[in-house]
């Protein structure tokens, strides 16, 4: 498979992809993401209450989830979640010789892993491949970067987007890994965005976290949360004028953030285990922003709704029922729902449609779902797929 740049197209990035023999597949499982000096850097890491060795690590290097620092190493196969001191020790140790081999300090490196819960990881394997990633780091291989953190992701999923910051052309660009276990807050998934950006660590964080508000905490697959969450962005400040907050250029680089994000999560849905489409549910005229979130995220979590949609039936009882039984303040009397622009339920009452109609819309790969709450001004956009029964085999399979 060709390479593609991403990664590391924003100027100050290296990087490497390795195999180093976790994965019986012989694919690469071992990834280093590395600044060419200390960065800024944000992090956000899942709010789910069970987290792995690294994430925990994580929280060391960057308890206010900015700072600077010089990079990040991954694996995929094992998670180091459940693992003990020992897991803690073993993340510790991954920091300390990516730091070692890159003449950085132990807390300049952040770790992340992803795989089966409750493994210890194979450190011999994992030393091996650390030092391999290192020997090979370099500005095009950005493809197996990408294949090295993948688990049950079937496709390699990145996002480059560029803009005009300060008269030059300022480029940020991601890489994610995350096909099941999704759910809002923060979305199951490894991250890493790298930009040539100049920003400052705490304005990094603050863009980052507003970014990701309805984009990768909008998604869901199957309503469960990982252990193991991160997303990373780190900025070389090798591009375009500092960047301060509230003037165009913060507005062009949070805007230009968010594209990339979205485009992030979009490939996480679209790539959902057993997926066969991409369902976009968009509320609006809701009370609040909040109860305009409640209300998508609850139609987007619904197994009978994701049900119906992937046997394209326009069951539009199971997203009024979804709807109803969220936190979001509903009125019956003043809810609308439409599918692919066809009203099926309005303002309390059933609509005639074309059946027939709809079910062929369904047959798309994307479909479009919207509820206009009739209280306000608010609106938010949820984005899942739909439940297959592959989804069942994929996760049947997938053991200990």
Known sequence: MGQVRHITLPAGFVAAGVHCGIKTTGAEDLAVIVAEKSVPAAILTTSNQVVGAPVIQCRKILPKGYGKIRGIVINSGVANVCTGKQGLTDAENMAGQTAKLIDAQAGEILVASTGVIGHPLPMSKIRRGIAAAVKSLGRGNDSSVVRAIMTTDTKEKSAVVQTRIGGETVTLAGIVKGAGM????????????????????????????????????????????????????????????????????????????????????????????????????????????????????SVANSPLFKCAIHGRDPNWGRIVMAVGKSAAKVDPNKLSVSIGGTRVYAKGQPVKFGHRTVREYLKGDTVDVEIDLGLGREKFTAYTCDLSGAYITINADYHT
Not at 189 to 203: C, E
Request: overall charge neutral.
């Open 182 to 297: 999704i759910a809002p807050s923060l979305a199951t998934m490894i991250s890493v965005i790298t930009t040539d950006a100049k920003i400052a660590p705490s304005l990094l964080y603050r863009t980052f976290k507003a970014a990701t508000a309805e984009t990768f905490n909008a998604v869901t697959i199957d309503s469960d949360q990982s252990t193991s969450d991160t997303a990373i962005v780190m900025a070389s400040g090798l591009a375009g004028g500092k960047i301060q907050y509230g003037t165009s250029a913060h507005r062009k680089f949070e805007d230009a953030l968010e594209e990339v994000c979205l485009e992030l999560a979009l490939a996480m849905v679209r790539d959902g285990e057993g997926a066969t489409k991409l369902i976009r549910v968009r509320v609006k005229s809701a009370a609040t922003k909040t109860d305009a979130a409640a209300a998508a995220k």
